[in-house]
């Protein structure tokens, strides 16, 4: 006997809690997954008019992506599985990134196929980020990690939804190029998220065989996921179908509030700052709400909150839309992120572990975001079919009353 004592071994897989870094690097990566999304509606009536795109034809462009968040996000497993997670979200910042600045193209063609690029990328990428957190970080902390992160997509809308018109009008006055330079933070995403992800590395060997470092928020996910999708689950369809629906409001708010008011005859400056108000107060839900969750325990009240919120919201703008316009898109702002951040918590609250929480993100990105990428082209339909935005707003409004039953329904401690 020396007298030391012995070292405190790790049993494999088990990881040191996520620390600032990590939580930074989520928050830079969640940024650059909205402004592929949030930078076309201030400029889509340049783009309608330069492009000739019907109502449908346009809701059908920020449908897009939202179509590749269902089509994509099931992949993300598998590919975390098989290359190691860190490898598969730096591959997505740089294809949302080359789809991104692709849009500098212009041409209907080549900005539907540019977006549907940088979709995969997105899809990707955000499908990957609640299993990061159920790895890394401890149960009592997840609702506000989620939180921190789902702030960085707010802020991502944000800036995108402000800045993108002076872009223009800085660049020429060419929508086209307002939109590819949202590739550059991307760049700056991949740069941190490929730092710590090797200062976080363990050095064990990649899922290959190759030799290199599987390296940080990855390396649990470094094996083949377990079983499929769990479609058998009566829980995952009531998180599936509140993800999805909540989904299906924030785009069709997104895509066509400034719109709405550009056609009650607000310039697009103005119409862009409305936007930017809506995605501010997102911030404020998306960080606050989930910290109260984590204090209280029950997710539902504040779920109720953020739906009901948004829910009224709608209807104000399908009967009354130029009564209180900026309190209007405030409080939708502030229901539609708070509802999204409590979807992404559900996500994680819902799954045994973190290869369970990949499969039911897959689940209901796959089905949530199919079902949210009507949204925007049902509200175009609708306007065609109308010669205005009442019917689809009325019609959003019920759809917000079917979600805030969904939201609340599921209880804390059940697991997919």
Same mark, same amino acid.
């Given at each position: 006997?020396?007298?030391?004592?012995?070292?405190?071994?790790?049993?494999?897989?088990?990881?040191?809690?996520?620390?600032?870094?990590?939580?930074?690097?989520?928050?830079?990566?969640?940024?650059?997954?909205?402004?592929?999304?949030?930078?076309?509606?201030?400029?889509?009536?340049?783009?309608?008019?330069?492009?000739?795109?019907?109502?449908?034809?346009?809701?059908?462009?920020?449908?897009?992506?939202?179509?590749?968040?269902?089509?994509?996000?099931?992949?993300?497993?598998?590919?975390?599985?098989?290359?190691?997670?860190?490898?598969?979200?730096?591959?997505?910042?740089?294809?949302?990134?080359?789809?991104?600045?692709?849009?500098?193209?212009?041409?209907?063609?080549?900005?539907?196929?540019?977006?549907?690029?940088?979709?995969?990328?997105?899809?990707?990428?955000?499908?990957?980020?609640?299993?990061?957190?159920?790895?890394?970080?401890?149960? !009592?902390?997840?609702?506000?990690?989620?939180?921190?992160?789902?702030?960085?997509?707010?802020?991502?809308?944000?800036?995108?939804?402000?800045?993108?018109?002076?872009?223009?009008?800085?660049?020429?006055?060419?929508?086209?190029?307002?939109?590819?330079?949202?590739?550059?933070?991307?760049?700056?995403?991949?740069?941190?998220?490929?730092? #710590?992800?090797?200062?976080?590395?363990?050095?064990?060997?990649?899922?290959?065989?190759?030799?290199?470092?599987?390296?940080?928020?990855?390396?649990?996910?470094?094996?083949?996921?377990?079983?499929?999708?769990?479609?058998?689950?009566?829980?995952?369809?009531?998180?599936?179908?509140?993800?999805? *629906?909540?989904?299906?409001?924030?785009?069709?708010?997104?895509?066509?509030?400034?719109?709405?008011?550009?056609?009650?005859?607000?310039?697009?400056?103005?119409?862009?700052?409305?936007?930017?108000?809506?995605?501010?107060?997102?911030?404020?839900?998306?960080?606050?709400?989930?910290?109260?969750?984590?204090?209280?325990?029950?997710?539902?009240?504040?779920?109720?909150?953020?739906?009901?919120?948004?829910?009224?919201?709608?209807?104000?703008?399908?009967?009354?839309?130029?009564?209180?316009?900026?309190?209007?898109?405030? #409080?939708?702002?502030?229901?539609?992120?708070?509802?999204?951040?409590?979807?992404?918590?559900? *996500?994680? !609250?819902?799954?045994?572990?973190?290869?369970?929480?990949?499969?039911?993100?897959?689940?209901?990105?796959?089905?949530?975001?199919?079902?949210?990428?009507?949204?925007?082209?049902?509200?175009?339909?609708?306007? !065609?079919?109308?010669?205005?935005?009442?019917?689809?707003?009325?019609?959003?409004?019920?759809?917000?009353?079917?979600?805030?039953?969904?939201?609340?329904?599921?209880?804390?401690?059940?697991?997919?």
């Amino acid at each position: 006997m020396t007298g030391r004592r012995p070292h405190a071994v790790r049993p494999p897989g088990r990881r040191q809690p996520g620390g600032g870094a990590l939580v930074a690097a989520l928050v830079l990566v969640a940024l650059n997954l909205r402004p592929a999304i949030a930078s076309v509606p201030p400029v889509l009536p340049d783009i309608q008019r330069d492009l000739g795109l019907s109502g449908t034809g346009a809701g059908a462009l920020t449908a897009l992506p939202v179509l590749c968040l269902g089509l994509f996000a099931p992949a993300a497993a598998w590919l975390a599985g098989r290359f190691g997670v860190d490898r598969v979200v730096a591959w997505a910042l740089i294809v949302l990134g080359a789809g991104t600045l692709a849009r500098a193209v212009g041409g209907a063609a080549g900005l539907f196929a540019a977006t549907f690029v940088a979709g995969i990328g997105l899809a990707v990428g955000g499908a990957l980020l609640p299993g990061i957190v159920k790895a890394n970080f401890p149960a !009592d902390r997840a609702a506000t990690v989620t939180g921190l992160y789902t702030t960085g997509l707010a802020g991502g809308a944000l800036l995108a939804a402000a800045l993108t018109v002076p872009l223009r009008n800085l660049l020429g006055g060419s929508w086209a190029p307002a939109l590819a330079v949202w590739a550059l933070p991307a760049v700056a995403a991949l740069a941190v998220w490929r730092r #710590v992800a090797v200062l976080a590395g363990s050095g064990s060997r990649s899922p290959s065989g190759s030799g290199s470092p599987s390296a940080g928020p990855a390396a649990e996910g470094a094996s083949p996921p377990r079983g499929g999708l769990p479609w058998r689950s009566g829980l995952a369809w009531r998180v599936t179908l509140y993800t999805g *629906l909540q989904s299906l409001l924030f785009y069709a708010a997104l895509t066509w509030l400034s719109p709405l008011y550009q056609a009650h005859g607000w310039s697009g400056e103005r119409a862009g700052l409305l936007l930017a108000v809506f995605s501010l107060t997102q911030l404020v839900a998306t960080f606050g709400l989930p910290a109260l969750a984590d204090r209280t325990g029950d997710r539902r009240p504040w779920t109720a909150l953020a739906v009901g919120a948004c829910t009224a919201g709608m209807l104000a703008l399908a009967v009354a839309p130029l009564a209180a316009p900026w309190l209007v898109a405030a #409080v939708i702002g502030f229901g539609t992120g708070g509802q999204f951040a409590m979807a992404l918590t559900l *996500l994680v !609250d819902a799954a045994a572990d973190a290869a369970a929480s990949r499969r039911l993100t897959g689940m209901a990105f796959l089905v949530g975001y199919l079902l949210a990428a009507a949204g925007p082209a049902a509200v175009g339909v609708l306007y !065609d079919a109308t010669g205005g935005f009442t019917a689809a707003f009325l019609a959003l409004t019920v759809i917000g009353v079917v979600t805030l039953a969904l939201g609340v329904s599921v209880r804390r401690g059940a697991v997919v």
